[in-house]
């Protein structure tokens, strides 16, 4: 770290402290954590969570957490990590995902859950910050009720906002080359996010924030596109028979899926949900467990009798059962951060947040006013910006061949056709690279958040492609 950073930081450790500039007094919360509970010895990684203010008139905050990189924090890329929901918390990202922790699978027992390291994380060669976005959403907080209602417009908005700020608190990492990544519903902020940023660069916003692209995994991308891709790959895998298929592509022409007003159409999707809740659609090859009623992308007005069932597992919260590894994670994760040591160790501000979900559900205050981020996609990748889009195979929530489809539709010409990618040896998947460094690949075998199933592949496609290198 540069003399300069340090100076800064001292600098800014005295505004704040002092409070001779309230924007910065506002903007810096944040605390160095060496220990956390349940992880045995110092952490073998630098991890800071903190507070940005991002509405000054209400004292709404955004909470992260960031990890520096393990190899060279100076030089190595920023990302900021986006999951899914909305309403996960970006815990999920460092504890379920790409970051350095994971939990120790074995039945709760009612003791703190233990935290060991992932040898397969993103931050051995990048710095990632983790966020709860948005308001609401794990340890984010706000006094005023207005935070709470929001929308996909003004949380793309907020996110830059965040990103400005915690910048300005962070002037060494304003040079390195910067991402925006999220997976799932995260990968339709993504996008959204990124061309805020990209605008605000053009509009001279400081501090300029050195955007190189952004990358996403089986993104929320448009409805249409997405669930309509649903049958053919429920087919492909197995799950459907080739008559129901049929069914579908006849009566289902031109319908909007999640609302068909043709008769025959409803009923033959009907059909369909039964077998796809049968399964865990996330990874269909993984077993289904009670928790993954947590993990369905609810729509609003949709799903009634699922969301019921949800607040009904919610409140048990039964002991996990050890075949159910996944859950068992999202439930040790439920009771990890609800812990008082926890709080304490990550340094939440007292009497902010009740009880911490991993997910929340309830999406009543939350209104999608973007209906599809093709046109974010296009005009970011036209702008020059790279952009990896890539899709665990197994999952039937959001299918690689409605991604792909989308791909193809911004038109730009094809580099490499489709080939296999390699890692450990063994095909890893399959990648197409288009013109202005569009790079599109599927995980063999990857789930909805492919890192989570496939560490290692998805350890060696990022690796190569935050490098430039071909995949
Ligand atoms: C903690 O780590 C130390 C040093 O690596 C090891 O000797 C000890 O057995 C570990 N303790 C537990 C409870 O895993
Ligand atoms: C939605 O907003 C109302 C107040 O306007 C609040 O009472 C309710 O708890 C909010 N719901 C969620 C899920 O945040
Ligand atoms: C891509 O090409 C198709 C067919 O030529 C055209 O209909 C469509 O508008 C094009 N899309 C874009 C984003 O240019
Ligand atoms: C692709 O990215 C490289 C840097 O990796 C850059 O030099 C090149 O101009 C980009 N190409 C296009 C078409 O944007």
């Known amino acids: 770290m540069s003399t300069t950073f340090i100076l800064l ?191 605000g660069n053009e509009n001279f916003r400081q501090p300029f924030v050195n955007l190189k692209g952004y990358l996403v995994g089986n993104p929320v991308t448009s409805d249409r596109i997405d669930i309509s891709s649903q049958p053919p790959h429920a087919y ?71 969301k019921e069932k949800i607040s009904e597992f919610y409140t048990s919260l039964s002991v996990p059962n050890i075949d159910c590894a996944n859950v068992c994670f999202r439930l040790l994760s439920n009771y990890w951060s609800n812990d008082r040591l926890t709080k304490e160790a990550l340094h939440i501000k007292e009497g902010t947040v009740e009880e911490w979900h991993r997910c929340k559900h309830d999406l009543s205050n939350y209104t999608c006013n973007v209906p599809t981020s093709v046109p974010h996609h296009l005009n970011l990748i036209r702008r020059g910006y790279r952009a990896l889009i890539y899709s665990g195979d197994h999952d039937l929530d959001i299918p690689f061949i409605g991604t792909l489809k989308w791909v193809r539709s911004l038109n730009f010409s094809i580099v490499e056709n489709w080939r296999s990618w390699r890692a450990g040896g063994q095909v890893a998947g399959y990648t197409m690279l288009f013109s202005n460094n569009l790079t599109f690949a599927t995980v063999k075998g990857g789930s909805h958040t492919a890192p989570n199933n496939m560490p290692l592949q998805c350890f060696v496609m990022f690796e190569r492609w935050i490098s430039h290198k071909s995949l």
């Open 9 to 199: 930081q001292i600098l800014s450790v005295f505004f704040c402290n002092f409070c001779l500039f309230p924007y910065y007094c506002n903007a810096l919360h944040a605390s160095r954590i060496t220990h956390l509970p349940g992880f045995n010895g110092s952490l073998p990684f630098y991890l800071e969570t903190g507070y940005v203010t991002v509405n000054e008139e209400s004292g709404a905050e955004l909470f992260y957490y960031f990890v520096e990189s393990e190899r060279n924090p100076s030089d190595d890329p920023l990302i900021l990590f986006l999951v899914g929901g909305p309403y996960c918390s970006g815990f999920s990202g460092l504890a379920l995902d790409v970051g350095p922790l994971g939990f120790m699978v074995k039945a709760y027992d009612g003791t703190l859950p233990t935290l060991i390291s992932n040898p397969f994380s993103w931050t051995q060669i990048s710095s990632i910050i983790f966020l709860d976005w948005p308001v609401g959403t794990g340890f984010s907080f706000s006094p005023s009720i207005v935070d709470y209602h929001t929308d996909e417009v003004k949380s793309a908005k907020q996110i830059y906002k965040f990103l400005i700020k915690w910048l300005l608190d962070h002037p060494s990492f304003q040079s390195n080359p910067f991402y925006v990544a999220g997976d799932s519903y995260g990968g339709k902020m993504a996008p959204l996010s990124a061309l805020e940023i990209a605008d």
């Open 236 to 306: 492909g895998l197995g799950i459907i028979s080739d008559e129901l298929l049929k069914l579908i592509q006849i009566n289902c022409v031109g319908e909007d899926y999640q609302n068909p007003k043709n008769a025959h159409c409803a009923t033959n999707l009907k059909t369909l949900n039964v077998f796809l809740f049968e399964i865990n659609k996330f990874s269909i090859l993984r077993p289904k467990c009670p928790d993954d009623l947590f993990e369905l992308r609810e729509q609003k007005g949709n799903h009634r009798s699922i």
